[in-house]
């Protein structure tokens, strides 16, 4: 059988990514003999591997800080990069300028926009990067050095393949689990939570962040309930990254009409969506991510707002209503009193909704995805990218190899066995 280094992010790590590893695991298992590399256990990696190579590495990667341990092994040991943002530059400037590498982060943010003012990279070194992150991906050195990279969006993969003619990119559909929930679900997590029976309660999933437009969402509740609307509002999940939230609450007046659950365990994501009328998915700005806590909503039959995304063009309007970004204030709040409105259009929505995620976005139909891009990546030849910046290539030992010349001291000690410099490298 082919055998799979995975790296990962796994339960209990609080990530979307950690999940959905922890799903598609258990659905290739019996394909594929894979050993699951998390951060904790990354540094076992090398030597298993020199004693007996992979067929194929596979690495999970995304913006959040759970990944960042993966840019030690990626340069150096190729493999199938699955890119869940298209956008990286925020996980390459937080982890570089927060070790005070400032000048592997001006030589990465060169290599990867050679055509960009490179003034630029000192307004980040300064603190002043932010949401101009946006701007520049960072992808360049993960898209030379991979054999293969797959992403959830045709659009997306589109994109890439025009910057990038030369790298494999292929697509893999997003796939979620159908939620599980007891009969009685709606009215005992709306009783816990202090939630009328008869309120329209709105949800948003997921670490509760400015990009989710929180803000928004609280100003188009706070309409709804001057019209008369006995509107709710649910966030389900860890709101510790967004400071703000409780006095946006309180300038809003909506102290006694929001809910704020804090993370929630996997298995009672069900129940809470069960309590939901209207799901609300929103993001700006994007690092053109695929959603999973979205087509979570759709498996749940529950009807959701989007954003109006490029990269979301081709989701047919019947299965969402979306929310204009050039006009995101009255379009979202007419989407949203439309909905609480509306019983009928709420289950025409949740219907086209679950039948779009039952075609597209299961996890059989994910994890069939990914039998067919592994095959594609055993079949490329590993990239050698002689010209990455030397953070990647240089494995720091020159200071030990010139101390042990002048003793004549071989510092490889394990000979013509040891591991190629550049797996030591740097990140």
């Given amino acids: 059988m082919t055998t799979l280094a995975w790296f990962s992010p796994l339960p209990p790590v609080r990530s979307g990514v950690a999940a959905y590893s922890a799903e598609l695991l258990a659905r290739l298992k019996d394909r594929f003999v894979i050993d699951v590399y998390p951060e904790a256990a990354a540094h076992d990696f090398l030597w298993r591997a020199r004693r007996r190579p992979y067929d194929l590495i596979v690495y999970q990667l995304g913006n959040a800080p759970c990944h960042d341990y993966m840019w030690a092994y990626l340069a150096s040991h190729p493999g199938l990069v699955v890119l869940h943002d298209a956008r990286l530059h925020h996980a390459r400037a937080r982890r570089l300028l927060a070790q005070r590498r400032f000048d592997d982060y001006r030589a990465e943010f060169r290599y990867d926009h050679p055509d960009a003012n490179a003034a630029f990279a000192e307004y980040a070194v300064e603190g002043l990067g932010g949401s101009i992150y946006y701007f520049w991906s960072m992808l360049r050195v993960v898209m030379r050095t991979a054999r293969a990279v797959a992403v959830h969006n045709t659009r997306i993969a589109v994109d890439l393949r025009e910057q990038y003619p030369e790298a494999a990119i292929e697509t893999i559909r997003m796939g979620v689990e159908h939620p599980i929930v007891e009969a009685d679900a709606r009215t005992a997590t709306r009783r816990a939570l202090a939630l009328p029976d008869e309120a329209v309660v709105f949800a948003a999933f997921g670490k509760v962040t400015a990009e989710k437009r929180i803000g928004p969402i609280l100003h188009a509740v706070r309409a709804l309930v001057d019209e008369g609307c006995d509107a709710r509002l649910l966030l389900v999940g860890d709101a510790d990254g967004y400071p703000a939230l409780d006095a946006q609450i309180r300038q809003h007046r909506l102290g006694d009409r929001v809910r704020v659950t804090g993370h929630v365990a996997d298995d009672a994501i069900g129940r809470h969506l069960a309590a ?144 190629p410099t550049r797996s030591r490298a740097r990140w």
């Fill in 276 to 419: 939901a009328d209207v799901c609300l998915c929103l993001r700006w700005p994007t690092a053109q991510e695929t959603s999973a806590s979205w087509l979570r909503c759709l498996a749940a039959g529950r009807p959701t707002v989007i954003t109006d995304l490029a990269h979301l063009v081709d989701v047919p309007s019947r299965v969402a209503v979306r929310v204009d970004l050039l006009d995101e204030e009255a379009s979202l709040l007419a989407a949203m009193r439309k909905l609480a409105a509306d019983p009928r259009a709420r289950a025409a929505l949740a219907q086209a909704g679950h039948a779009y995620w039952s075609e597209h976005h299961t996890l059989d139909a994910m994890a069939a995805d990914y039998e067919r891009v592994i095959a594609r990546a055993l079949s490329c030849r590993r990239p050698e990218a002689i010209d990455l910046p030397a953070h990647f290539t240089d494995d720091y030992s020159q200071l030990a190899r010139s101390v042990g010349r002048q003793f004549r001291v071989d510092v490889d000690i394990l000979g013509a066995t040891a591991l």
